[in-house]
């Protein structure tokens, strides 16, 4: 089983969609989480970090269920310019970020 | 955009030849990484370093090995590159290790023939 685990889409969305996607992860222990994203052929990015108590950035909103060990992402009024793989990221109490596969979004006209 | 360059951005090389891909950062990170990227694979680490001299193993380290002599550079190495390796390369550099946001250099795209 994958440590990051992520439904890799593709996810098709029409402009001013709302879309979730989610993740679980499998070490009990991690400690930080975070969504990057990444457009296609390019180096990923932090989107934003993801806090126990749920955050949000604008459009998006990340919440974390330390009990059921999962992450989610929502993205509110879908732009063309969020089509791009989000990447769930956790890292344990080492230094390491270990990543999901990547959702895939595409948003459309 | 944090100062982090890659070199070579690409390279094809042959079976058997060693290969040696440089991560250069200006932003005296303390952490620097080495990922590769694949279809059906996502990013998955290769080695780390956590300072000059001070490295470890991810999860994919068999047949690469990594150096730090200077804060500012990670070097990685195929010592005897296969077709299997194959891929997309990544650095990455962050402060805080783990806890904290990681940047990363914009590529390079190996091809072993």
């Known amino acids: 089983r994958k440590e990051v685990e992520q439904d890799p889409g593709p996810f098709n969305v029409p402009e001013g969609a709302t879309v979730a996607f989610n993740c679980t992860y499998s070490n009990s222990a991690s400690q930080s989480f975070f969504w990057y994203r990444q457009d296609c052929r390019k180096e990923p990015k932090l989107l934003m970090s993801?806090?126990?108590s749920g955050n949000e950035d604008g459009r998006f909103t990340a919440q974390l269920n330390r009990a059921s060990q999962y992450i989610s992402l929502l993205i509110r009024d879908s732009k063309l310019s969020d089509s791009a793989t989000y990447l769930c990221v956790v890292s344990n109490a080492g230094n390491m970020l270990t990543f999901g596969g990547g959702t895939r979004l595409m948003v459309k006209p | 955009d944090a100062g982090i360059t890659q070199s070579p951005r690409h390279k094809v090389t042959e079976t058997g030849t060693p290969v040696t891909l440089r991560c250069h950062q200006t932003?005296?990170?303390?952490?620097m990484y080495w990922y590769r990227q694949d279809p059906g694979h996502g990013l998955r680490l290769i080695h780390y370093?956590?300072?000059?001299?001070?490295?470890d193993k991810g999860e994919v380290s068999d047949g690469y090995s990594v150096s730090r002599s200077k804060t500012e550079d990670f070097l990685l190495t195929l010592e005897s590159a296969t077709s299997s390796q194959t891929s997309v390369y990544f650095c990455?550099?962050?402060?805080?290790?783990?806890?904290?946001?990681?940047?990363f250099g914009q590529g390079t795209r190996l091809t072993v023939v």
């Open positions: 932003e005296n990170h303390r952490y």
């Open positions: 993801v806090y126990s």
């Open positions: 370093s956590y300072g000059v001299k001070d490295t």
């Open positions: 990455a550099i962050s402060e805080i290790g783990g806890r904290g946001e990681a940047f």
